[in-house]
């Protein structure tokens, strides 16, 4: 299955600029763990609920003094919308990321695909094949 059929179009994006508390308050209001930050439609970076905890809560630092450049993970693992299920699910693992960007061959943000996203997969896929085999089970 590829990635595309799966990604969530509707990123959570914004600059490398926007304050940090901006950042948290999007999270907040769209109920999501991440925002892609972009240049040109291009993902530049991302900072995730993990990122505020870590790099600003744990340091004490004021949030009014940071922006998503101060505290984004800019070494993204992207991957293309042709991406297989599997390869994209062995990229997190290799990479230690619960998000990859979905971007087309021009590098533009076009979906993101979260470990949480494949693992709802798997759950309905082990529920179809649940259903399988207790339609084929004998009666007891």
């Known amino acids: ?11 959570i994006r914004s600059t490398p600029e926007t304050p940090v508390s901006e950042l948290a308050q999007q999270m907040r209001d769209e109920n ?10 291009s993902p530049a970076g991302i900072v995730t ?3 505020l905890t870590t790099r600003v809560l744990a340091e004490e630092v ?11 993970s800019t070494d993204l693992c992207a991957v293309g919308p042709d991406t297989g ?4 699910a062995q990229m997190m693992s ?9 971007c087309d ?6 979906g ?4 949480d996203d494949l693992t709802e997969l798997l759950s309905d896929e082990t529920q179809q094949l649940a259903s399988v085999i207790r339609a084929q089970r004998p009666e007891y």
Not at 3 to 11: G, K, M
Not at 33 to 39: D, K, P, Q
Not at 85 to 88: G, N, R, V
């Open 62 to 72: 004021n949030p009014d003094d940071q922006t998503a450049n101060d505290v984004m």
């Open 112 to 115: 993101i695909i979260t470990a």
């Open 94 to 102: 290799e990479n230690g990321v619960r998000r990859l960007p979905v």
């Open 85 to 88: 299920f599997y390869e994209a």
């Open 49 to 51: 609920d993990r990122d």
């Open 32 to 41: 999501v763990g991440s925002v892609v930050i972009e240049n040109e439609n």
């Open 105 to 110: 061959e021009t590098n533009e943000l076009v």
């Open 1 to 11: 299955m590829p990635i595309q059929d799966l990604a969530r179009e509707d990123v």
